[in-house]
Structures are given as C-alpha cells and as structure tokens.
C-alpha cells in the first residue's frame, strides 16, 4: 500500500535533486551554461531552422528572425558579462577596454549568422576619415549638452533635464547677434572666397555669457530655494523637467516652430569651405559570401571633405572641456567645487561659501553649452525641437561615461560618437540586405541600444570603472614602495624634488578674475531679488487692502467674524480629509467641462465623452507612474514605453491581415498587450533595478525614444496600408460594429442628439470604467502587505533588505503591475485615436504631462493621481477653446486671447526691441502677426505649475494619507493562574 502522499513525495524528489544539482554548480559556470543555451539555440533557428522558436512555429518571418537576434544578443552579452567578471580581478583596464569593443563585435557577429541563414549577403562601405572624423564632429554634439549635465551632476547631484534648453539659448543668442544692424552686414555679405571669424567668435562669446546668466538666473531663482529646504536629487531632477517645459515654450512663443540657419559668413556655407583628407574605404562582405573576401580595401577612394564649421565645433567643445578640467584641477575655485561635490557640510565649515560654488557651477555649466550650441547652429538648421533631440544621446554619453566624472564623459562621448558614425554604414549596408531601406534611420537609436548593453556589464559606467582601476593603480604602486622600504620619492630625480608645491598659489590676474567673478555674482543676486520684490510687493499691497475692508464689515455687523478656517477645516493627510478634499477638487473641475462654450449639443456631447476618455487613459497612465516612482522610488520616465507596447500590440494585432496586420479581435489583442507590457516590465526590472535612480530615469526614457524610432524606421511596426507608409490605422476597435447598430441611437436620444451618439461617447464610459476597476485593484493591493513593503523599499532598501524582502522580486513585480496598467492606457489610447504615428510618443506630449498630473495631483495617492489627469486633460481642452475664440468674437474667451495678444506684442516689440533688432522679429514673425503660440504657452503653464507645486506644496494637492496596520486586538483578561494553562498553551 502506498502510504498518503507517497505518490507526491516520488514526484517532487526528482525536482529537489534537480534543483539541488544545478544550485551547487558555481555561479558563473551556470552563466555560462544559460549563454551557452542561448547562443546555440539561436542559431540552430537562424541556420537550421530548428530550436525551441523554430521547433514550435509559433513565431514566422521576420518576426522570427527578430526574435532569434534579440536571444543571441542576450545570451552574448551573458557570456560577456561573465568573462569580464572574471578578468577584471586579474586584467581591469584590458577589461575595461574591451568592454564596448566586445559589445559592438558581437553584433557584428549575429548580423553574419543572421545573413547566412537568410543566404543573402551585405556590403558595408566603411570610409576611415568619414568615420574618424564624422565621430569626433558627433562626440563633440553630444559633448556640448553632456558636460554642463556632468558639471552639474557633479556639484549639484542631480540631472538637469533643462541642459537641451541652455544649448537652445545659445543657438539663439548667435542668431540673435547675426540679425543685428551691426553684424548682419557680415553674414549678408557676397562671397569673396575668404571666412571672416568676426560673427562666429562673438557668438561664442555672447552665447557662453548671456547663457551663463541665464542659468545662474534660474539657480538662484528655483534651485537655490529647493538647496535650502534641503530637496532630495530626485525633487531637483523633476524641477529640472519643468524649468525644460517653460524654456521650450518661451523659445518656441518668440522665435516660431520655423527652422533658422545661423551664417557667420557666406564662404562658410561653400563646398570649398572645407579641407580634403586622404582616406582608405574598407568593404566588409557579411553573409552568404561567393568568392568574396571577409573584408578588403576598395581602389581609387576620393579624399573625404570635413567642412570649417565642423571643425570650429570640434575644437571650441573640446578645448572648452580641456579648459575646465583645468579649472577643476589647477584652480582654487576648482578645489572649491570638488570639495562641495565630495561633502557639501564639511565644505561650508571650511570656510567655502557653498551657494557661490553653486552659482559658479551652474554658470559655467549653462555657458559651456551655450557655446556649444552657438557653434552647432552654424551647421544644423536650429528650431526649438533641436535640444530634445540632442539631450538623450547626451544621457546616454553621461550614463556611459559614469555621471559626474569629467574625464569619463569626454570617453563616453568619443565612443558614442563613432558609435553614431559606424552604425550608419552598418545600417544602410544591412537595411539594403534585409528589405529595409529606412534602417539608416535606427543611427539615431544606436546610442541607447548600446548604452542598455553596456550598462549590464558596467551598471556604473566606463568613468567609475576607471577611476577604480586608477585608485587600485596607485595603492599598488604605493604597497610596493613600501615593500621595498624605499621612500615614495625613491626613483625621483633630485631636479624635481625641489619643485614648488603641485597646487601653487594663483597668479595675481586668477585672484582678480575671481573678485570679479564674486561682485558680478553679488550683483546678479541683488538684480534676481529686486525683481522678485516687485511681484512680492504688489502682492502684500492687495492683502493690505483686504483688512479695512474686513475691518469695516466687522464695524457694520459685529456679530460676524470672517474666520474661515473655523468655518472649514480639511486636513489632506487623513482619509476623511483626503476624500472631501478630492470630492471638492472633482466637483470643481466638473462644473469647468460643463462650462466650457460649444456651439451644440452635438459638439458638447464630443467634448465632455473625449474629455472623459482622456481622464481616464491620463489616469492610468498617472496610476502606473505613481505605483513606480510614488510607493516604490523607482523614478521612471518611460511610462510612455509601456503604453507605446499596449498601442502598437493592439494596432498590429487587430489589423487586418491584408494590410501586414494579424486580424485579431480588439479585445484578444488589448489582453496580449497587456499581458506584454507586464512581461516587458518583469524583464526590465533584472538588469535595472541595481542601477541608481538618476541612471534608471535615463534608461527607461531611452527605451521610449527606442520604440518610438522604431515606429518609423521598421517595417514590422507599420499596418493598415498596403503600402509602407509609416504608421497603424485601420484595426478594428472594440464593440464598434454593436454601439452602431443599435445603442448609438438609443444613448443619442437620451443626450438630445438629432442622430446617434459617436463611438467616442462608448470610449469615455470604457475609459471612466478601466479607471475605476484599476483604481480599486490598486488599492487593495496597496493596502495588503505587499504595499508596505513597496513602501519600505521606497523608504529605505537596505533596511527593507534586512527585513529579509526580495528587493528584486518586489521591484519586478511593482515594475509588471504598473506596466499592465499603461499598456491598458496605450490601447485606450489607440482606440480613440485611430491611428498610431510615432509623435504620439514624443515626451512632451506624454511623459512630461503625466509627470505633471503626478507632481500636482499628489505622489503616492491614487486619489490625487485622478484630479491631476483631470486637471491637466482640462488644461488642454481650455486652450483649445481659446484657439478656436481668437478668431470668433461671440465666444466666451475672445477678449481674452486678444488681451493676450497685445501683451505679447508690446513685449515682443516694445521690450525687447530694446534688446533684439527688428530684423529678428521679422524673420521670426515673417508675416508681421505678432500673436502669442497658445499650444506653447500650454506648455509653459504646465511647466510654471510643476516648478511652483514643487516650491510651495511639494506633496500635491492630495498628499499621501499615512497609514499603518491596526494592531491586534489585545488577548481577553482571564483569571487562571499559570499552573492551570494546558501544556499546548504555552509558548
């Protein structure tokens, strides 16, 4: 007879010895085996068609095809990994070498796998000085904006998402000085054959002093006053997104959406303008190559010409970066800055005045990329869209080179730069081989793929890699002196021992710049002060008079008191309060959708049903941001990602099968794409959920611009035309076909339509009930353990560690959870659009709105994450009304918008002509209408609110109620004495 559960115990014993067996292997060699795995199973697919992918079918074409590459790339960058990790001990700088080199090498091979599977073959023509010197002209680019964020990284710690704009005001300043009466002679001037440097040289210097101001303007106008209310680095870093916000605005409302070419001269834009590098072209054969060597040299190449621009850009970046190194190292204002970046307390008892190496640091940090975007705008057409461009690959180079480290930014940026400058003959090599002539277009996107390989084997970067190795160089060197008992200045010669001291005093002309440098700062602050007085003033004037006027209904009605925080108290931080608060809040932004004009019922009836869809993809999208960033601390700035996967998996899904789509139904298609999501934000936690905050903020936004790129260079995410047309439309949406057929007339006559309700009216009671079904699951996870212990970690991992939570686990599973929900907010999203383009993924128009509904409404409350989507969807509804009103005098906010126009003119023309010529109003205001862009003054309101919740009411609107669990019940009282309690009761 089998004993009970005999059965069982057959069963599991093979599984525990199995489990047992491969624990016991060593770590690394269990790396190995799953590499090993990876590799070979990928490419018994792509050659034999066989392994797990092809064994099943279940996957064809060139999704197939995709999907084996992304396997091999993983099991590659394991095998790497591990034998990095095991050479590092013994050789650290040939591994840190051959680190990027191992990552770029083993792309190259999966591409010759992947060709010859396909039995096709590719030609990649690689010109040496092109890609010499096309990477140093795209490491200087990303050079420009990167070292005022390491600069800043490095004093200030935290990542300032406005750098992009400093470079912006820069490229404007030069063209700005080149429309002025006094130089626009030299740039209007005929060709002559001869580069006149005048106009170049002063727009580098304007641009590094006006751009220097401007960001000290700002220090001390916002981030001095986070300093002093000591502001956590992720405070300052969301700060920094609003600041961007307001600068982009205002850049976009006075030089136009227009693009602007900055000419020093005439001669520089001619071919001539240039010098003529000998040069080699290298073809590599990859593929099914017939008589055709791996690589070989092609005959007669052309020398390559490198324009003067370029080559301004190159050595101003450069010899600007060399300059502040040696600043920071041969200066008493840089041991002023690198004491306050190491311990700012022990700095200030020092006797440094550390809200002026602040001030330094942010001057030089906003001028340095003012210059280099004076330089830049006399080679790319410069338009307000410029800097975002350029801000990301900038990430990637400070991510790369470790955040904050000088000498490890100036690598990061030679190595992204011909990173850039290889990937496009790969890509157009490739893309022509494999069916996609617009794979040139993933040169863009390279930086980030390479920085998420990178960062799995190098989670700190290249800069902290090397200053280790550095430090283990010289405690070496050190130990073996003292092994040998020979004193440390042993092997040096006598004519150096009598060297002055290595940090000499300075010079007389150093100490004179730096007095200098105080009074202008002094004098900047005082200017910053007396201008905030004003509006300060203004403001206690008008509370002034509100006491006589208190003081006069006091004397007429003595009975009344105007007390009204005893006739009303709601405290935001309990639950009781939280609610009224909200109930308030809501009702008051319901009674403004109500109020918003309309010409008829049928045009009210599309507004309030769009207004009520948006509030309820807005609000998933807010819930997720909030179970990330709000409960977790996981600052996440790709919650664009997770709904771009929701949108596109829908789209292609529920496509039809003739137009490249799969002809799913629309509700298969939404549950795979949030099963997707959830999965995309399991997989994402493992190799990120080490990486600091800042480092992880930056990925998951590049993983956003990643598949946004994607979404217009490759086929596979294009359907709904028979052509190849970038995008996704015509995919069946959900209960369409039913609301017309019946519902759509009978809602219409109960809202007093003359014809059926519009789809969007099914949309808004589907969006409002997703919100409130996902609203409630929220809070009952959030209210179970599992959401304290997301708290804990947010509070503090190492305690929360200690505990003995899996910090990794809870994060994933946080990471899944929050990706669900925006992949439900993506495929909402997609239903009420109808079509998916890659713009809907630009950040300003997703990532940073969100973030605002997040900084408003309240972290770490569902609650406040509803009435910041609501008020920032509200936002947008009002402007739109005030566009349609500017030209229609009958509606409600006409006046307004023409009030708002003057204003603009008068400070356009009348201000800041005392500033700016008139030419520059013309070119940027070509028709002579000077009217105020009100989609970008949008933009710099939402900017304004997130800057100023952040300094006044840091918590939101609706704060994160406290709570804890109710404590047990105490035991009843009994009157038995110890001897009579059983033996089982005692504990």
Known sequence: MVPPGGGADRTIAPMTLIRESWTGIPFWQRRLLVSAFLIFDAYLGMIYNAGVIGWTGLINNDLKWLVLALEMMAGGLVLVNTFLNLARARWPAASLISTPLLVALFGLVILEIALSGLGRSATMNFNVAAIGLGGLYWAAAYLSIAIGLTLTYKVQRYANFAQAEMMLIGAYVALTLMWTDRFFPISDAPKDGVLNWELLIWAGIFAFAITGLAGLFIDRLVYKRLRSRLATPQVMMITSLGVAMVLRALLFMRFSAGTHRFVPDRDWRLATSSFEMPTERIQLHLGDRVNAPLMELANKVSPYAFTYTKIALIVGVFGSVIVLLLLLHRTRLGRQMRAVADNPDLAASSGIHVERVHGTSAFLSAGLTGLGGALLAAILPVNPELGLSLLLPAFAVVVLGTIGSVPGVIIGAIIVGLLRSVSEPILIGAGGALDRPTAAGFAEVMPFVFLVGLLLLAPRGIGHALQNWNIERIRKRRIANLEDDLPVTHDIPDSLLGMPDLEPHEPPVMERIAERKDRLFETVETLISSAWAVPVYIVGQLLASVHPARAAAIRFFPGWRLHPGRLIRIDRETERGSWVAFGIFFLILIVVVWLLPSVSTLTKTLQVARVMTLVGIFGLMAFSLNLHTGITGMTNFGVIFFVGIGAVTVGLLAAPVETNGYGWSPLAATAVAVLLSAVAGWLLAYPTARLRMDYFAIVTISLGEMLRISLQAEPLLRAGTVTSAIGISQYSRPFESWWSSGPSDFVGSILGLPNGAPYVVLLGILSVAALLAIWFVLNTLLASPWGRILRSIREDEEVSKHHGHNILTHKAASLAVGAAVAGLAGALWAWLNASIFPDFMNPVRSTFLVWAAFIVGGRGNNRGMIVGAFLIVIVEFVFNVMVVARGNSSLAFHDLTTYMD??????????????????????????????????????????????????????????????????????????????????DEVL
């Open 902 to 983: 003057s204003v603009f003119s008068w400070l356009v023309i009348d201000v800041g002509g005392l500033i700016w010529s008139a030419r520059s109003i013309s070119e940027a205001f070509p028709r002579g209408d000077v009217t105020v862009a009100l989609s970008h003054l949008k933009l710099a309101l939402i900017g304004s609110v997130i800057v100023a919740a952040l300094l006044l009411s840091p918590k939101g609107l609706l704060p994160e109620v406290p709570t804890r669990p109710k404590r047990p019940s105490p035991a009843p009282e009994t009157d038995r004495t110890p001897d009579e309690y059983d033996s």
